[in-house]
């Protein structure tokens, strides 16, 4: 397809079980964002991608939580040791323009984490 | 550090009336850009507009308008004609400089958001 696609759409786990989650963004976007969005919540910031920079890691709320990117193409968002707190919609998104400020961000539709 | 603030948790409208959505800003950044996103109950995150801090026009996209007043930092969303399929939640967004000495380009930074109800 042509957005963005994140995988799994749902995961349902048990507390301290590891996971992953997959963001595949459009092809030739050279940004990569991860933000966390809990049930009637804001957007909160975890981690973005821009090219070959550094990532910035600023939003990851502890240690459990890593991210890579490779190749500059396909993400995977690990959380280690989930906890129940973790239990939220993951959302990726990437975007094109990395020159400007009006960079628009193409999101995909999340995946929805459940830790029981 | 940037921050946005919607101080405004839920909007009601009248089908075909207009309604505003406040959002403010605080940034220390001379040059940012600034976004409004639509979240309807599917979930999706639709880009509505955006406004460059160096534009001197507010920016329009149809229906959607944006009211930029740089010296108050806020950026409130106007919606003219409001029709049902506007109910859903709006954030309001920006990014400035990021990185060592501000070379590159920040992340996005999402307020928390209003939730907007348009009544027939």
């Known amino acids: 397809g042509a957005g963005v696609s994140q995988s799994p759409s749902n995961k349902v786990t048990e507390k301290g079980k590891d996971v992953e989650l997959r963001c595949d963004p459009i092809s030739g976007h050279t940004a990569l964002y991860w933000y966390r969005q809990s049930l009637g919540q804001g957007l909160e910031f975890l981690i973005y991608f821009q090219g070959n920079s550094a990532p910035d890691k600023s939003g990851l709320p502890s240690d459990r939580f890593s991210a890579e990117r490779t190749g500059g193409s396909v993400s995977t968002l690990t959380i280690q040791r989930t906890q129940q707190e973790d239990s939220a919609v993951y959302l990726c998104?990437?975007?094109?323009?990395?020159?400007?400020?009006?960079?628009?961000?193409?999101f995909g539709e999340g995946s929805r984490l459940t830790v029981l | 550090a940037q921050k946005i603030t919607q101080t405004q948790p839920g909007m009601f409208v009248q089908e075909k009336e207009a309604v505003t959505l406040d959002c403010t800003y605080d940034?220390?950044?001379?040059?940012?850009?600034l976004f409004w996103y639509k979240q309807p109950s599917s979930g999706e995150m639709i880009f509505l507009i955006y406004?460059?801090?160096?534009?001197?026009q507010n920016a329009t996209e149809g229906r959607y308008s944006l009211n930029f007043q740089k010296a108050r930092k806020s950026a409130n969303l106007v919606i003219s004609a409001s029709q049902l399929g506007d109910s859903a939640m709006y954030f309001c967004?920006?990014?400035?400089?990021?990185?060592?000495?501000?070379?590159?380009?920040?992340?996005?930074?999402f307020g928390q958001g209003t939730i907007l109800t348009v009544h027939p």
């Open positions: 940034t220390s950044d001379q040059s940012y850009g």
């Open positions: 998104a990437s975007s094109l323009n990395e020159r400007e400020f009006a960079g628009e961000l193409f």
């Open positions: 967004a920006m990014r400035g400089r990021g990185g060592a000495g501000g070379t590159s380009y920040g992340k996005l930074t």
């Open positions: 406004q460059g801090s160096y534009d001197e």
